[in-house]
């Protein structure tokens, strides 16, 4: 059994923050847990503008405070986000995130990340291995 809460993480190596300061991600489970996903508590900012790419993995959000916009940029599709919104990238669409209110979701990534992974220029997490 696995017990751990966010304040624990806070400040540790599962809080990432992006180097422009638009987002934070909590890493709660990790691929080193062996559970074959990662879970994540994420927020980004109100105001800013993040595109992101999964090509390597498929994210399930759920989004439990704030409001914003979805863009899905292979179709140029919108979604308006509220808390209780859910939407699954299940064939690696490239989106966009604009925040009008600051946002917090649940995010479960499959295969999981291991932690130390960082969006490219492209907004992709790289491909890596749990080690055995």
């Not at 980004?44 to 993040?50: D, K, L, S």
């Not at 990340?113 to 490219?120: F, I, Q, R, S």
Request: contains cysteine.
């Amino acid at each position: 059994m696995i017990v751990r809460t966010t304040q624990e993480i806070t400040g540790t190596d599962r809080d990432i923050e992006s180097e422009d300061g638009n987002w934070r991600s909590k890493r709660i489970i990790l691929g080193g847990d062996k559970v074959g996903f990662s879970f994540h508590e994420t927020t980004i900012q109100a105001g800013t503008v993040n595109n992101f790419h999964y090509a390597n993995h498929v994210e399930a959000v759920w989004l439990i405070e704030g409001e914003g916009t979805l863009t899905d940029r292979e179709t140029g599709e919108t979604y308006e986000l509220g808390a209780g919104s859910m939407y699954l990238l299940n064939g690696h669409e490239r989106h966009t995130v604009e925040p009008r209110t600051k946002m917090r979701m649940l995010c479960v990534f499959n295969p999981p990340v291991v932690g130390n992974e960082t969006h490219d220029e492209n907004g992709v997490y790289p491909l890596v291995e749990v080690p055995a």
